[in-house]
Every structure is written in structure tokens, then in C-alpha cells.
């Protein structure tokens, strides 16, 4: 039991480029999330699934696309990076039951120059 | 989502008993209170949830009075490794939730 699986740890990218952030779980969870976290803030949520098929925006979705093909992955696609898309990415998952809360990731430390 | 206002940083020696509080107002009635711990270039990991009254488990309590307004955090003796950022969250747990973590609380353990 692997439990959320990122890769790659760490990227640089140049302005434009596009790329895939990877996302994996091992746990039959339901419900997936990807956030970033600037320097000294708190977590913003990108966008999220609730199931295989099933995606939708969080508070910061502008640059950035996910699919849900199945249970276990769910990506993260950036369409064409820009500076301002330095990051640290996280993905997380839970299950749909009360009394569990995410299990995250060890994140994707995302430099565009 | 409730919003929820925490300390931003909070400074404690070893072995002393660490409460952080959260304030949440507007809390709604199936609303959860969920505590996230985060060590540096590290996601957060789950430590406790609870709705009312106290839960404990092996890492930490959580209490949580009748008008469910605010809830404190606490960790019992702590140790150098606790030094993180502590977040509180709350949210519907019944089904999926938009969550959104703020900026948390420092907690710097002093030897």
C-alpha cells in the first residue's frame, strides 16, 4: 500500500512548455484533489473528482486541465507554464466517509523560468 | 466553507502541553472540524476530526464546547518533531468538500 504517489519530485520548466504532473493512489479512494502551495502560504485547491469521470474547478483552475479515466490516477495537466505556476504541487484523496480525512502526497516542486 | 481564524504562530518549550485554537463562527450544522499537521516539503497529514464534545486519538485531543464556534487542538507533551504548521479545516465530511487550508499555525518547539 503505496498510499498518493506524485511524480516527478521535482521539475524545471521554461515559459510555454507544457507538461504532466502525475497523481496515483493505491487506496480505492473516492474523491481526489490537486492543490498548490506558494512560499509561507496555505494550500489553494486547483481542481478535484469526485469519482472516475467526474471533474470540476477549485479556486484556482486558470492554466491547469485534470482528467479522471480511473479510479486510481488523475493528473494534472499544465497547458503552457508561465512563472507565476512556480509552485509546490499536491495531490491528495479520501475516502466518502465521515472520520477520514486526505492523505497527500509528497509533492512536485515546480520551478518555470 | 466556514472560514476559520488560528494563532499564526505559536512558540512552546519540550515536554510542555501545546493548545492551539481555532475560530470557526460560522459553522454550519454538518459541518466537521478536521486538524492537519505539515512538516516542511511535506503534505499535510491528517492528525484529528470530531463534530462535537472531545476525540482523542494517539497523537492528540480535540475539543470542541456546545456552540461549536471554536475548537482547541491539543498535544500532549511535545517533542522537537512537532515543530510543523497546524491547519484547521472545516467542512461538510459527508460528502466531497471544496477544502481550502489558510495559512495555518507555526508551532516552533523550543529544546
Known amino acids: 500500500n503505496a498510499g498518493v504517489t506524485q511524480t516527478p519530485k521535482f521539475q524545471v520548466l521554461k515559459t510555454g512548455q507544457s507538461m504532466t504532473l502525475q497523481c496515483a493512489q493505491d487506496?480505492?479512494?473516492?474523491?481526489m484533489s490537486w492543490y498548490r502551495q506558494d512560499p509561507g502560504m496555505g494550500l489553494r485547491l486547483i481542481h478535484y473528482s469526485v469519482g472516475a469521470g467526474i471533474t470540476d474547478q477549485g479556486e484556482v483552475p486558470n492554466g491547469y486541465n485534470v482528467s479522471r479515466s480511473t479510479t486510481e490516477d488523475f493528473p494534472l495537466r499544465l497547458l503552457s507554464a508561465a512563472p507565476s505556476q512556480t509552485s509546490v504541487y499536491f495531490c491528495?484523496?479520501?475516502?466518502?466517509?465521515?472520520?477520514?480525512?486526505?492523505?497527500f502526497g509528497s509533492g512536485t516542486r515546480l520551478t518555470v523560468v | 466553507l466556514a472560514k476559520t481564524t488560528q494563532p499564526i504562530s505559536m512558540d512552546s518549550y519540550e515536554g510542555q502541553e501545546v493548545n492551539i485554537t481555532c475560530s470557526h463562527n460560522?459553522?454550519?450544522?454538518?459541518?466537521?472540524i478536521t486538524w492537519y499537521q505539515q512538516f516542511p516539503s511535506q503534505g499535510p497529514r491528517f492528525i484529528i476530526q470530531?463534530?462535537?464534545t472531545k476525540v482523542t486519538n494517539e497523537v492528540a485531543s480535540l475539543f470542541i464546547p456546545a456552540d461549536r464556534k471554536s475548537s482547541t487542538l491539543s498535544l500532549p507533551r511535545v517533542s522537537l518533531s512537532d515543530t510543523a504548521v497546524y491547519y484547521c479545516?472545516?467542512?461538510?465530511?459527508?460528502?466531497?468538500?471544496?477544502?481550502?487550508f489558510g495559512t495555518g499555525t507555526k508551532l516552533q518547539v523550543i529544546p
Open positions: 491528495a484523496s479520501r475516502k466518502d466517509r465521515v472520520g477520514y480525512g486526505y492523505t
Open positions: 460560522n459553522i454550519a450544522t454538518n459541518d466537521y
Open positions: 487506496m480505492n479512494h473516492e474523491y
Open positions: 479545516l472545516v467542512g461538510d465530511s459527508g460528502g466531497y468538500q471544496k477544502v481550502t
Open positions: 470530531g463534530y462535537k
